[in-house]
């Protein structure tokens, strides 16, 4: 309540105790001095006015005299001076509304504001959009009309105003309406006839720092994080699985696999690997099986129940669902170079395709191995990419096509990313034609088109004369960072990327 408003009211109340203190002293000395003949003029006492003031709607804050009295409405003021009062009622986003009450002897006199009865307190929003035609709902609700429009006659207040429009993302803006005043909504809505992300702006992912993508029999995405463990994606719903709702072992997702024969997702983490059938959980760590290390990087499936598992720091493993086996140096023909496994692949004929991320990249065809790495060159430390052999001993992703032929990408350096290419014969080699440092992900579609992911961007070809580059600059990519890419059962294809969330590709294949 405000300081002076009190002092004021403390002085109508502490006045009116003094005066009838008064007239009591005048009274008791009429008494005592009888024997005089004394004329008595009663002071002029304070009023005692009572004013009620009410309003539809409620809560409005009164005024009296400039001052806010700490008072909202309805509420009886007490104690007025005989005379006239303005007040001053004060509603969110409603025009200012004075009043004045002659306040007289025993008549206690009441003040309502009908606010929704001046036509002036009334306000509206301006709709526009781009693209024009974009049908317009207001609180979740459609008002049949399409942009451009005006809404009119709506109560002060704050509403909710969603556009939609055909192959476009809906969007929408809460936004105040006051008295007399029409705001205008202008929102341009994203094309998504393409391209659509979906990061923590616009949906409920929950971590844009995607490390790894799967898709499921149904369709529902299976998403690695850097921090959240597994997010799942529907097409609708969002869900999570991580350290604190689920035996998931880390919240760093390295690789997720889904098993084409029994649909078991299998997630590899920094800690462990979890199996998952949709009820049950399988958790495998050192502490529980022969593995000496946590890391697990890359998974493949072999078809008739057993899986491989590339791991950092104990090569290669292999797990039938009850024992564990485990490839590394050169024990029984089992030649492997490195224990840092960076990925896996199988094609059609079965075999084995493992690369190193620092020793080449190995062949196993069930019985022997082949190993293939750069020699260098003797006349140049820095001689990559000889005539015939494999351009890099750093591998990152490796994949093979309709054709047999087997894609690699590399860790690089500068501005192009080393890509090489095995025919069955030679490597051929392509340093300088692919855009990005190093190749993190190579995956082959249904149309045997390959798409590999960079941390500069996205490439996609049949073949490399014809390839596509894609960044966030020309196309509907959120970050050029690009950790793995998969297709669904439609065709699309969907991107994870790391910080730009998830992103779905729609257009020609």
């Known amino acids: ?17 003094f005066y009838k203190n008064l007239v009591l002293l005048f009274v008791l000395s009429l008494v005592i001095s009888c024997d005089k003949e004394v004329t008595v003029t009663e002071p002029n006492v304070p009023g005692e006015g009572i004013v009620t003031i009410t309003s539809n709607p409620a809560n409005a804050k009164i005024y009296w005299q400039g001052y806010y009295t700490g008072f909202r409405t309805p509420y009886t003021i007490k104690f007025l001076d005989y005379k006239e009062h303005d007040f001053l009622l004060k509603l969110e986003l409603f025009k200012d509304t004075t009043i004045t009450i002659d306040v007289v002897k025993d008549e206690p006199k009441e003040a309502n504001i009908e606010y929704l009865k001046n036509p002036l307190m009334f306000g509206g929003i301006r709709c526009n959009s781009v693209p024009d035609g974009a049908e317009i709902f207001l609180n979740d609700s459609s008002i049949g009309k399409t ?3 005006d809404i009119n006659n709506l109560v002060p207040g704050y509403y909710e105003i969603k556009y939609q429009y055909p192959n476009h993302r809906k969007d929408s803006l809460v936004i105040p309406v006051e008295s007399s005043k ?3 909504v202008k929102l341009t809505l994203q094309d998504t006839t393409v391209w659509v992300d979906y990061q923590r702006s616009n949906s409920g992912i929950a971590d844009q720092f995607l490390t790894c ?10 998403m690695g994080t850097s921090s959240h463990g597994v997010l799942t994606f529907d097409g609708k719903n969002w869900n999570s699985f991580n350290t604190s709702n689920s035996p998931v072992p880390s919240n760093l997702i390295k690789e997720i696999g889904i098993d084409p024969v029994s649909g078991k997702k299998w997630i590899c983490t920094a800690a462990g690997v979890a199996i998952y059938d949709d009820f049950n959980w399988e958790v495998y760590t050192p502490f529980n099986s022969i593995m000496q290390t946590a890391d697990f990087t890359s998974i493949e499936f072999v078809g008739d129940g057993k899986t491989w598992l590339g791991t950092n720091g104990e090569g290669l493993a292999i797990f039938d669902g009850v024992e564990w086996e485990i490839f590394v140096g050169n024990e029984n023909n089992k030649f492997l170079p490195s224990t840092s496994i960076s990925d896996l692949f199988i094609n059609d004929d079965g075999t084995l395709w493992v690369g190193n991320l620092n020793r080449g990249i190995n062949r196993f065809d069930g019985v022997d191995w082949v190993r293939y790495f750069w020699h260098g060159s003797p006349q140049s430390f820095l001689g990559y ?7 890099s001993n750093r ?9 047999g032929r087997v894609w690699i990408g590399h860790w690089g350096g500068g501005s192009s990313a080393p890509l090489s290419m095995f025919d069955g014969n030679a490597f051929y080699n392509y340093g300088e034609i692919i855009f990005g440092a190093s190749i993190n992900n190579i995956f082959i579609d249904a149309n045997d088109n390959k798409w590999l992911g960079t941390e500069s961007g996205l490439t996609k070809f049949k073949e490399l004369g014809d390839r596509i580059v894609f960044l ?8 050029n960072d690009i950790r793995q890419i998969a297709q669904d059962s439609q065709g699309v294809i969907w991107i994870s990327t790391y910080g730009g969330g998830l992103v779905k590709y729609k257009g020609e294949i």
Do not use: C, H
């Not at 966030?472 to 970050?479: A, E, K, R, Y």
């Open 472 to 479: 966030d600059s020309n196309s509907g990519l959120t970050s």
């Open 213 to 222: 993508i799967a898709i499921d029999n149904n369709d529902v995405k299976w």
């Open 385 to 391: 990419g000889l005539p015939g052999e494999i351009y």
């Open 395 to 403: 591998v990152q992703s490796i994949a093979v096509d309709g054709s």
């Open 147 to 149: 942009t451009p429009y």
């Open 182 to 184: 029409r705001p205008t």
């Open 1 to 17: 309540m405000n300081r002076k408003f009190i002092k004021d009211f403390k002085g109508l109340v502490l006045n009116k105790i």
